[in-house]
């Protein structure tokens, strides 16, 4: 069978309204961003022979030895590796190189200087076409930190609220997912005809920085020195998102899903991370509340739980998994750029 829309996401032919995507770091791959493998092999390259000897001494002791040809442990794995020897050491050099690690991913996000916008401004151009100039509002959640989906909405001239507020210095204020555009005459307010796209970065983003427990939104040239605000690339992500402002965007998922966000398809999205898998998206699914379509090149093992669910369906590039059954048909929708030519 073919996979056209309406069996991806059947609202929209009429409304935008209830619609949801969980875009992974598979759509930042053709915009220039390297996926896990490249950005493992990136990140281990540089490091300098003072660090890459430590971070051979973790490997040894898991009984690990880094692989570049498969990039395996992969970045995850080596975080994961390094912070728990850090924590049963006690040994500052630990700690030392999981601050490098995270300096130095966040390095090769920052020199893709000149990204390819594309497919991130036809999407957002999908989009204004099927809110029919009526008012209308759609949910992007993403693990990414890159800006791509920020500077395309921009470029298109979409309407984007991502949890801050303000001009060059936006402050956090989680309040603004609430928020409605529109004006008051006589006393009656009109919300306008506008697409509004809200955004939820569960990883935080290249563009935050916390200061004194506060959180505020730059142009990622002006942090320079600045904490940023990033969840390091890890497999126990868990523990970090349950402190600011991780803890606020999860609530606000939690209250989304199954709620405003009725319909929701993913792209991209790896479904390695246990605690949006476990916390977010398979309550909302086993409450029926919500009806996911995951588009993946191959099937993640984080799948697993979700295919027994009737409001789950699936396409990978070998096959369909499609009313619990699956079926002997390809598709190439997981590639973001065609998922957006079909969008």
């Not at 991502?162 to 555009?181: A, D, H, L």
């Amino acid at each position: 069978m073919a996979l056209d829309l309406s069996v991806i996401l059947p609202n929209v032919p009429q409304s935008l309204n209830g619609t949801g995507f969980l875009f992974g770091a598979g759509t930042s791959r053709e915009a220039g961003y390297p996926m896990m493998p490249g950005l493992t092999r990136e990140v281990v390259s540089v490091l300098k022979p003072t660090e890459r000897a430590i971070l051979d001494e973790v490997l040894k002791s898991a009984g690990e030895s880094y692989d570049d040809a498969k990039a395996t442990p992969n970045i995850e794995q080596i975080s994961d590796l390094v912070i728990a020897h850090w924590i049963n050491s006690n040994d500052a050099r630990f700690n030392d190189l999981e601050n490098r690690l995270r300096e130095l991913i966040l390095e090769r996000i920052l020199a893709v200087t000149n990204p390819v916008l594309d497919n991130h401004c036809r999407f957002f151009e999908a989009l204004k076409k099927r809110a029919f100039g009526l008012p209308c509002c759609v949910w992007i959640f993403t693990t990414n930190y890159d800006l791509l989906f920020e500077t395309a909405a921009a470029r298109t001239g979409v309407a984007i609220e991502n949890g801050f507020c303000g001009t060059t210095e936006r402050f956090f204020n989680p309040m603004q997912f609430k928020s409605i555009s529109g004006a008051v005459a006589g006393g009656r307010f009109s919300p306008s005809n506008n697409l509004t796209v809200k955004l939820v970065k569960f990883h935080g983003s290249i563009s935050w920085v916390e200061e004194s427990s506060k959180f505020y939104e730059r142009h990622p040239v002006a942090l320079a020195g600045s904490r940023r605000v990033m969840v390091l690339p890890r497999r126990r992500k868990v523990m970090d998102t349950l402190t600011p402002p991780y803890d606020t965007l999860f609530t606000q998922a939690s209250k989304v899903m199954g709620g405003e966000c009725k319909y929701l398809v993913s792209c991209g999205f790896s479904y390695a991370d246990e605690h949006i898998n476990q916390q977010l998206l398979l309550p909302v699914m086993q409450a029926n509340r919500c009806r996911l379509f995951a588009l993946c090149q191959e099937e993640p093992t984080g799948l697993a739980a979700f295919k027994s669910l009737p409001n789950f369906q699936a396409g990978f590039e070998k096959n369909l998994h499609i009313g619990g059954k699956i079926v002997a048909d390809t598709t190439d929708l997981w590639q973001f750029s065609k998922f957006v030519s079909l969008f």
